[in-house]
C-alpha cells in the first residue's frame, strides 16, 4: 500500500526546506501507523524562478519534478501523481501552512473506515486563516453544501489523500488553483465517492501567497457551478423555475381578482397577460431543458437505474407521466377557449375573439409541445439505457489495434 504525497511549489525557496523535513519526519509515523507501506514525496516545481527545486534536491528520499515553466497548481499535482503512482495519492501546499503529521489520521480514514477522499480542514479552531479568506471558504462551503445536500467546511483545502480507484470518476481536474475546489465539487456531487473531513491545525504561510481572491474567487465559483450544472443541474435551475412561475403568478394575481370581481377583462390588462405568459413559458422551458440533461447525464455516468418508477421527487416517470397529463388538460382547454374564433374564422373571415383566449390557448399549446419533446427524448433516453450493456459487451469483444 503506497502514498504518494506531491509537494506543488512555486517560488517557495523560503519554505521548501522547512516542509519538506516535516514530510521527512512523518514518514516514519505514516509508516508506523498505518497500513501504508511506503512513503514517496515528489516535489513539482512549477516553473520557480528562485531555489526551489535546488533546494529540494538536497533531501534525500525526495524526487524532484521540474517545469521549465509555470503550467499550474493542479497540473503540478497531477504531474507529481503520474511520476509516483501509487494506491494512495495526496498532496500538500510547500508553503509551511499545513502539517504533514495529519496524513497519519488521513490515511486512516481511507483505509480502515472506506472513505475514498480524506480532507484536511483549515476551519477548525487552531486555524489561523485570514479572515478573509476564512469568509470566503465559509460562502462556498454553503453554496457546494446546497447543491450537494453533503457537508464540507472547507472546500479549498491544500491537503488531502485520496484513493487511487476514485480518481478517474473525478477527473478531469483543471490545472489551476481551482483544482481543489473542483475535486471537492465533483466528490460531494458523486454519491458513489465517499468524503470525510478531518480538521487539522493551519500556520501563517512562509513567503508570498499566490492566489488572488477575487479572480480566483470567480474561478471557484465557476468551477462549483459547472460541475453542479453537469451533475446535479436541478439543485440551480429549480429554485430558478420557482422564482420564475410566482413572479408570473403575482403578474397576473390583480387581472384574476378583477375578473372575478367583474366577469370581464380590460385592455390595460394585455400586457400583464403577455408578460405573465413569457415568464411562465421561460420557465418550462427551464424545467424541460432540466429533466432532459438530469437523464441525459445519468445515462453517461452509468446510473441511470436511479431514474427508475421508484425514484423520489420531479424525476420519477410517475411525475413526468402527470405533467403529460396536465400538458394534455391545458392543450385541450387551449382548444376550447378559441374553437369558437375557429368557426367563426372559417365561416365569416374574421375573428371578434377576445384577446385574452388566444394568449391562453398559445400559452397552453407551446408548454404542450414542450412537455410531449421532453417525454419524447426522455424515451430514446430509457431505450439507450437498455441498449448500452450490449453496447459495451461488443466494445468489449472487439479485438484491440
Known amino acids: 500500500m503506497r502514498l504518494t504525497v506531491v509537494v506543488p511549489a512555486l517560488d517557495e525557496e523560503e519554505a521548501i526546506g522547512a516542509t519538506l523535513k516535516r514530510c521527512l519526519a512523518a514518514r516514519a509515523d505514516i509508516l508506523g501507523e498505518t497500513g501504508v507501506t511506503e512513503v514517496r514525496i515528489v516535489v513539482v516545481s512549477d516553473g520557480s524562478t528562485d531555489r526551489t527545486a535546488e533546494i529540494a534536491r538536497r533531501y ?66 487552531q486555524s489561523r486563516m485570514p479572515l ?61 465517492v465517499r468524503i470525510a473531513e478531518i480538521d487539522m491545525p493551519y500556520s501563517e504561510r512562509v513567503g508570498r501567497s499566490k492566489l488572488r481572491l477575487v479572480r480566483d474567487g470567480f474561478r471557484f ?6 460541475t453542479a450544472a453537469y451533475v446535479r443541474l436541478s439543485r440551480i435551475t429549480v429554485p430558478l423555475v420557482l422564482a420564475l412561475a410566482a413572479v408570473a403568478g403575482l403578474v397576473m394575481v390583480s387581472p384574476t381578482l378583477f375578473y372575478l370581481r367583474h366577469a370581464r377583462l380590460e385592455e390595460w390588462m394585455f400586457y400583464r397577460f403577455a408578460f405573465a405568459g413569457t415568464i411562465g413559458t421561460m420557465a418550462m422551458v427551464v424545467l424541460c431543458a432540466t429533466i432532459v440533461i438530469e437523464h441525459v447525464s445519468a445515462l453517461t455516468f452509468l446510473r441511470y437505474s436511479a431514474f427508475g418508477s421508484r425514484t423520489r421527487g420531479l424525476w420519477r416517470y410517475e411525475t413526468l407521466r402527470a405533467l403529460f397529463v396536465t400538458a394534455v388538460l391545458l392543450g385541450a382547454a387551449g382548444i376550447w377557449l378559441n374553437w369558437p374564433g375557429g368557426v367563426e374564422l372559417l365561416t365569416t373571415g374574421h375573428v371578434t375573439l377576445h384577446w385574452s383566449r388566444v394568449i391562453l390557448g398559445g400559452f397552453f399549446g407551446i408548454n404542450l409541445m414542450l412537455l410531449l419533446s421532453t417525454l419524447a427524448t426522455i424515451r430514446i433516453v430509457r431505450a439507450l439505457h437498455q441498449r448500452q450493456p450490449y453496447l459495451r459487451r461488443r466494445d468489449d469483444a472487439r479485438p484491440a489495434r
Open 60 to 125: 534525500d528520499g525526495v524526487a524532484v519534478v521540474e517545469f521549465p515553466e509555470n503550467r499550474g497548481y493542479g497540473a503540478a499535482i497531477k504531474a507529481g501523481w503520474e511520476h509516483a503512482p501509487a494506491e494512495l495519492l495526496a498532496f500538500l501546499d510547500a508553503d509551511g501552512t499545513c502539517d504533514p503529521r495529519f496524513f497519519v489520521p488521513m490515511c486512516r480514514k481511507v483505509l480502515e473506515e472506506g472513505y475514498d477522499l480524506v480532507l484536511g480542514g483549515r476551519m477548525g479552531p
Open 132 to 192: 478573509v479568506r476564512r469568509a470566503g471558504n465559509l460562502a462556498f462551503a454553503v453554496l457546494l453544501g446546497h447543491l450537494s445536500r453533503k457537508r464540507v467546511r472547507d472546500t479549498a483545502s491544500g491537503q488531502r489523500v485520496l484513493r487511487q480507484e476514485a480518481l478517474p470518476r473525478l477527473l478531469p481536474l483543471p490545472d489551476g488553483l481551482h483544482f481543489t475546489p473542483a475535486m471537492s465539487a465533483r466528490a460531494l456531487m458523486d454519491d458513489e
Open 221 to 226: 465559483l465557476g468551477v462549483i457551478l459547472d
